[in-house]
């Protein structure tokens, strides 16, 4: 019987290394020039994006296409239109944005549910789940709530955000496990600091001394994205209540939270506006002139 087990266990890691190479081999470069309808999307939607500089939103977008060559984004029970696809997108650059040859080799599609489900993908059934990192059968799949993703971009002040989570879950799964410890953007010398600090906190959250979203109680794992959240919604105040977190958190990820996310006003883009694409002239005489 343990002989069976160990089998089955080495021909899952088999096939899970033979998707990956795969997946590897068969990655899809952008070809085409980004979509102006695209930009103005962005410029609505993502704060994040806002905040670059025009060098910095021509990179964001070329891995917007990246990620979208790679992915497919599915609608169950629902419709998937261009502002669903770049949330999704969006999300999943975000946290890796500072590491320019980062690819999700463990994604390949990412299922778009109208609201919340169980953990039987049953929709509406009285459960709250959000999203989902898919293992065993779904391996490679993402579940997501629409309105859950919308939300989490249309209120930048609630430490929340749904994708993001997601996508925290899966890059620190690229290791191999999902423990909270984010080894390949983790330098070693802070991972000890680091573990201990998950630990600290995670107590406090237990004896209600903290602010963190008790959810991030729940494991190591859980916390790493919980805070992630807290990082890219609201880095000035996390900086403020947890400056030992922030401090790590920027490691992390490479970036000034607080720079990345200032809230600005959302930019709506008329055609006698300054185009989004930072040419310097009017969007119905750039972007929008066809």
Known sequence: MYDKIILAIILILIIILIRYIK???????????????????????????NNLNNDEKKRFEYKIQEFLLNC??????????????????????????????????????????????DT????????????????GSMEGKMILSKQSLINGFA????????????????IDKSDGAIDGVPELLLEKQYTIPW??????????????????????ATNSAEFFSVISEYFFERPELLKKKHPELYKLLEKIFKTDGISRFKIKKRKVTGRNSSCPCGSGKKYKHCCGKN
Do not use: C
């Open 23 to 49: 997946k590897k081999n068969a990655w899809k470069i952008p070809m085409d020039d980004f979509n102006a309808n695209w930009r103005i999307i962005l410029s609505e939607k993502v704060i994040f994006y």
């Open 72 to 117: 497919r984004i599915t609608g169950i029970k629902t419709t998937v239109d261009d502002v669903d696809r770049l949330l999704i997108a969006s999300s999943a650059i975000i946290p890796i944005f500072e590491f320019p040859e980062w690819r999700y080799l463990n994604i390949d599609e990412v299922l778009l549910y109208p609201a919340s489900f």
């Open 120 to 135: 039987n993908f049953v929709i509406n059934s009285g459960s709250s789940v959000l999203g989902m990192v898919g293992s």
């Open 155 to 170: 209120n930048e002040t609630d430490k929340k955000n749904t994708a993001i989570h997601e996508f925290v879950h899966l």
């Open 195 to 216: 573990i201990n600090l998950i630990k600290q906190k995670i107590d406090e959250i237990y004896k209600g001394k903290s602010d963190i979203n008790p959810y991030g």
